[in-house]
């Protein structure tokens, strides 16, 4: 006959999962997953092509590119073709991909320290992270995760703790395209990214 105890340590383990738990594990990982690629390219050293040729796979798994692009063309994103919206998609990806190869080029002992909770806001989760190098202030990177297609993916991030590179993003791309449109936008984006510019 089954103890007491037993019964209740058996109906203790069988015991749905909290779903916070559940819920926090994945965009944490998405951000360990890029917080490794980072570390791995910076060890690696070499070209910044290379390093962008390395770094290119984590950044596809890591953000949600398409809808980064269009929060930071904002509202006028819906006035744009799509073959031209297609073209600020690659050259968006492109921009964020020469920054991380260009801001991660070197390795001096760097390492991520990932904060334990993870916050929600609204249907989103925000990450904490923190880039810690000997003998330099730790500089915090924090990034706003949404789900989508079953995956968590960065739709933001805060360098720093200061504004959202969204906002940013929006200001500098709505001068640009009042003035020249979509084909203008995409020739800035690829002139930030020959640039290195984060």
Do not use: C
Not at 43 to 62: E, L, V
Not at 94 to 110: C, H, K, M, P, V
Not at 120 to 134: E, F, I, Q, S
């Amino acid at each position: 006959m089954r103890s007491p105890i037993a019964g209740a340590l058996l109906l203790a383990l069988s015991a749905p999962v909290p779903v916070l738990a559940q819920s926090d594990s994945a965009p944490r990982a998405t951000v360990q997953a890029l917080n490794d690629g980072l570390l791995a390219i910076m060890k690696a050293g070499g070209t910044a092509k290379s390093r962008a040729a390395a770094i290119a796979p984590q950044i596809d798994r890591a953000f949600d590119l398409p809808l980064m692009t269009r929060l930071a063309v904002g509202p006028s994103w819906t006035t744009i073709p799509a073959a031209d919206q297609q073209a600020l998609v690659a050259a968006f990806r492109r921009l964020t991909i020469a920054q991380y190869a260009a801001n991660f080029d070197s390795w001096s002992g760097e390492s991520f320290v990932i904060a334990p909770g993870v916050e929600t806001r609204g249907g989103d989760k925000l990450v904490r992270t923190t880039l810690n190098t000997p003998g330099k202030a730790a500089i915090p990177i924090s990034y706003r995760l949404r789900e989508g297609g079953g995956a968590w993916k960065i739709i933001d991030v805060f360098y720093r703790n200061s504004i959202s590179q969204i906002a940013t993003r929006r200001s500098d791309f709505a001068s640009v395209l009042a003035k020249g449109g979509a084909k203008a936008l995409v020739a800035h984006l690829d002139s930030l990214a020959a640039k290195g510019s984060f």
